[in-house]
């Protein structure tokens, strides 16, 4: 079955503690991103990346880190994560034909404390 | 700059009522327009998309008509059902670009038994 995944889906942390979210998708997508969804704000794109090795910032990068050594992952670093990164976290994942429809992941629910 | 603008809501419906969630763009390019739909404790799943100017994009019961002389892109639906209760999400593509989705910030919808 072609999927995104995340894990974890659902995390609590304290402030400053380092964490990774993993994103992998099985469809061999060159382009892949994530975002965060926040009420009133609707979704905003963190970082994307357009192939292994290939990143660059979105709309909000800033406490976010990526990386892409292999074409199916794509896992977020928060290096020292504050209350505001409080959010559900998307990861998502395109082709880059057509109309690049985007395949999304369920979501990661974090809670800085 | 790009942006998409889609009616606030939460909206609230009967079951068997004709459904519209307006959506407007701003664009300085060529755009692809898509709506998704987030159903409860999901991620985002395409609904339907439009590529070129008159194009209509249609699933599930679901319409929308690419404007470009008014940049907009109305979702419709003639009857609605509990089961479409979900968050909607305008989004576009400009062609050209890297992938990237700009999307509105959802319009919430409840349908009634």
């Known amino acids: 079955e072609a999927q995104v995944t995340q894990n974890p889906r659902y995390l609590i942390t304290v402030t400053g503690k380092k964490l990774t979210v993993t994103c992998s998708q099985n469809?061999?997508?060159?382009?892949m991103s994530w975002y965060r969804q926040d009420p009133g704000l609707g979704l905003r794109q963190i970082y994307y990346s357009m192939n292994v090795e290939v990143t660059d910032k979105g709309d909000v990068p800033e406490g976010y880190k990526v990386s892409r050594k292999e074409k199916r992952n794509f896992p977020l670093i928060l290096e020292s994560p504050s209350p505001n990164q409080t959010s559900l976290y998307f990861c998502?994942?395109?082709?880059?034909?057509?109309?690049?429809?985007?395949?999304f992941g369920p979501g990661t629910r974090l809670t800085v404390t | 700059g790009n942006s998409v603008t889609q009616m606030e809501g939460p909206v609230t419906l009967s079951e068997e009522a004709f459904l519209t969630i307006n959506c407007t763009y701003t664009a300085t390019g060529y755009p692809s327009l898509f709506w998704y739909v987030q159903y409860p404790g999901e991620g985002l799943q395409l609904l339907l998309k439009?590529?070129?100017?008159?194009d209509k994009g249609s699933n599930k019961g679901f319409e929308a008509t690419y404007r470009k002389e008014t940049t907009s892109f109305h979702l419709e639906k003639g009857s609605v059902q509990v089961s479409d209760s979900a968050v909607y999400f305008c989004a576009l593509r400009i062609r050209g670009s890297q992938g990237n989705l700009i999307f509105g910030k959802g319009t919430k919808l409840s349908v009634k038994p």
């Open positions: 998502a994942s395109s082709d880059r034909v057509g109309t690049y429809e985007q395949y």
């Open positions: 439009a590529t070129k100017a008159d």
């Open positions: 469809m061999n997508h060159e382009y």
